[in-house]
Nanobody, 127 residues
Framework: QVQLQESGPGLVKPSQTLSLTCTVS??????????WSWIRQPPGKGLEWMGA???????YYSPSLQSRTFISRDTSKNQFTLQLSSVTPEDTAVYYC???????????????????WGQGTQVTVSS
């Protein structure tokens, strides 16, 4: 049973970098052929896929966020991280990590659905 847990500050000041960590248990983030995604949901809005890191370490980003987004991993801790720079109040959202349904054969599903989710963590951008 795969479990994911987000962690990080719940309050970030404008212009700073939002940093979150997803700790995965019950499965390795390096196991073929899984992809691990970050998703967010601003209040009153829908889910927005931000990006993902593959089992190989390759990263993929939403075009709308790629200039500010960096996803990395620490395989020794079975963790992957999200860094979102230059945040504004529009970045206030519940942030989720999740295992993506995409696979090398079903690459078109990247960002389209997930089978395991973290519980989500509220991040507020405010001074």
């Amino acid at each position: 049973q795969v479990q994911l847990q987000e962690s990080g500050p719940g309050l970030v000041k404008p212009s700073q970098t939002l940093s979150l960590t997803c700790t995965v248990s019950g499965g390795s983030i390096t196991t073929n052929y899984y992809y691990w995604s970050w998703i967010r949901q601003p209040p009153g809005k829908g889910l927005e896929w931000m990006g993902a890191i593959a089992y190989s370490g390759s990263t993929y980003y939403s075009p709308s966020l790629q200039s500010r987004t960096f996803i990395s991993r620490d395989t020794s801790k079975n963790q992957f991280t999200l860094q979102l720079s230059s945040v504004t109040p529009e970045d206030t959202a519940v942030y989720y990590c999740a295992r993506d349904l995409a696979s090398p054969l079903n690459w078109y599903r990247l960002g389209g659905g997930y089978d395991y989710w973290g519980q989500g963590t509220q991040v507020t951008v405010s001074s």
